[in-house]
């Protein structure tokens, strides 16, 4: 039940910003966008969510559209260690199990 | 401990026999999830327990996969009569409340040979 569409792959120089966009057209009034990132071999790790309003946090800025059906992520100096890949989800805040991580994009940041 | 933890980290068996995979999620965590991620794929939903509601389950492949959640803390997921397919790294993740993000365990690798 894919909500979300992701680039497969991307490339990112080492120090300049990754932006990358997630399109959820059908997404509902209710629910959140999510990120979360996959390092290899590792479980997935938190990013950023949110609603309406663009977010930021110690590891990342979220925008989203005003109509909510894109959002981009972006690490504004992405780093050799940001390599991963990176899930775009949305998500009722109020329910459990709506959570489909589909396949993601796997970036590649270039020294 | 500070974070999810799974055991084992990996698990070689033979087809046909029962495995069980343990998730220890974080303390006061009242969700928790278990999912599967095959090489190369995305993860794949398959159980989510919620305080002491009835678990979801309306992700687990077929009757072989079944979960327990102990005094809302310790979970166990059984796979009976493990077949290759079912090979993949099977991921927890717990979570404090339905607002909050999940955070998940290094996951654990099943091998079916």
């Known amino acids: 039940d894919a909500k979300t569409t992701q680039p497969p792959s991307m490339d990112c120089a080492e120090g300049r910003a990754a932006n990358l966009p997630c399109n959820h057209s059908?997404?509902?009034?209710?629910?959140?966008v999510y990120w979360y990132r996959q390092i290899h071999s590792q479980g997935p790790q938190y990013i950023i969510h949110?609603?309406?309003n663009n977010e930021t946090n110690e590891m990342a800025s979220l925008i989203i559209t005003e109509d909510r059906k894109s959002s981009t992520l972006i690490l504004p100096h992405a780093t050799l260690r940001d390599t991963a890949v990176y899930y775009c989800i949305v998500s009722y805040s109020n329910t459990g199990n709506q959570f489909y991580f589909g396949t993601g994009t796997s970036l590649t940041v270039i020294p | 401990g500070a974070g999810v933890s799974q055991s084992p980290s990996n698990k070689v068996t033979e087809k046909g026999k029962d495995v069980e995979l343990r998730c220890d999620p974080i303390?006061?965590?009242?969700?928790l999830y278990w999912y599967r991620q095959s090489l190369g794929q995305g993860l794949e939903f398959l159980i989510y327990?919620?305080?002491?509601?009835?678990?979801?389950k309306s992700g687990l492949p077929s009757d072989r996969f079944s979960a327990e959640r102990t005094g809302g803390s310790v979970s166990t997921l059984t796979i009976q009569r493990t077949q290759q397919e079912d090979s993949a790294v099977y991921l927890c993740?717990?979570?404090?409340?339905?607002?909050?993000?999940?955070?998940f365990g290094p996951g654990t690798r099943l091998t079916v040979l």
């Open positions: 949110g609603l309406k």
């Open positions: 303390s006061g965590h009242t969700a």
């Open positions: 993740a717990s979570r404090l409340g339905l607002a909050n993000e999940q955070f």
């Open positions: 327990f919620q305080g002491n509601s009835a678990p979801d």
């Open positions: 059908t997404i509902s009034g209710n629910e959140y």
